[in-house]
């Protein structure tokens, strides 16, 4: 298995004055990179949470896919490769966000390289390709915990008190 980042795309229509750019990425089925992560009942879950947050309002939004695709290489080394790393400051590079949310156990721990529980990473300020990232639930888990709901706010919370507010970019 070997982890792939889809390109950058709209999350919201750009509003006049809004000058944060917020980079999310979310952790997809291999299937379904494609999709519109603002459909079905996680795409609800996500809409309202980042609507509350104000961020179709207050920053320029896109989202890219992360997910795991089967390769013929051989067994699952657990190992992001450099490939997604590339991907990545290739991304950030050309959005050039102010911050990234990533969202989802297996994709944050790709992306940080790391084997840390997905609790342990959240609640604080990580770097990725020079910029802060911060991490949380994906939206189809929350619909399965109710009670991470909460966790999952208090992480965009974080983000938006730490991100550059208007009129930084």
């Known amino acids: ?5 889809g390109a950058a795309r709209a999350l919201y229509e750009p509003t ?3 000058s944060a750019r917020w980079l999310l990425l979310i ?9 519109d992560p603002l459909a079905g009942d996680t795409g609800k879950l996500l809409d309202n949470m980042l609507r509350a947050a104000g961020l179709p309002h207050s920053a320029r939004a896109a989202w890219a896919a992360v997910s795991r695709q089967a390769t013929a290489a051989g ?5 992001p490769g450099l490939a997604l790393q590339d991907s990545l400051n290739a991304l950030v590079q050309a959005e050039k966000p102010d911050v990234l949310i990533i ?7 790709a992306l940080l390289q790391s084997a840390e529980p ?3 990473l959240r609640g604080q300020t990580h770097q990725l390709a020079g910029v802060p990232a911060f ?4 939206a189809a888990y929350l619909l399965r915990s109710l009670p991470d709901k909460a966790r999952a706010w208090d992480d965009l919370c974080l983000a938006q008190q730490l991100a550059p507010g208007p009129g930084s970019a």
């Open 1 to 5: 298995m070997a982890w792939t980042l």
């Open 16 to 18: 006049a004055g809004a």
């Open 27 to 35: 952790e997809t089925p291999a299937d379904s990179a494609a999709a």
């Open 75 to 79: 067994p699952d080394t657990g190992e």
């Open 103 to 109: 969202m989802g156990r297996l994709a944050t721990q």
């Open 118 to 120: 997905l609790g342990k």
């Open 135 to 138: 991490v949380t639930y994906d």
